[in-house]
């Protein structure tokens, strides 16, 4: 599956102070997710757009994360398109996990990636 040109940005790129985006859905964002991340459904993304806007570093990067890049992908492309500095978080979720980073469940706790 290609998505064009998406920039993309691995794990190891990520400080803890990087502004991520998850746009995975709501029974996989309370299961795990990284801590201080945004969190907009894919499923709800053009309707809540402006709070991605609003969020966003005005002169960072948004590091666009959902379980495993093809959903992340796509968001991406479409903030790219829209003139903003976005990446695709290469391996998702799942290479967060794997990288050792921590994921947290919707009460704060250990969480896991499904």
Not at 37 to 63: C, K, W
Request: glycine share 12%.
């Amino acid at each position: 599956m290609s998505f064009g040109h998406v920039p993309t940005v691995g794990i190891d790129e990520l400080t803890e102070a990087a502004f991520l985006l998850d746009v995975r859905e709501d029974d996989e964002w309370q299961a795990g997710h990284a801590e201080g991340a945004l969190h907009v459904p894919m499923s709800q993304f053009a309707a809540r757009y402006g709070e991605v806007t609003e969020a966003a570093p005005q002169d960072g990067r948004i590091n666009v994360i959902c379980r495993s890049g093809g959903r992340s992908a796509q968001v991406a492309m479409y903030l790219v398109q829209q003139g903003m500095d976005a990446v695709n978080v290469a391996g998702g979720m799942e290479a967060w996990a794997a990288a050792g980073r921590p994921v947290v469940d919707d009460k704060g706790a250990a969480g896991h990636v499904l």
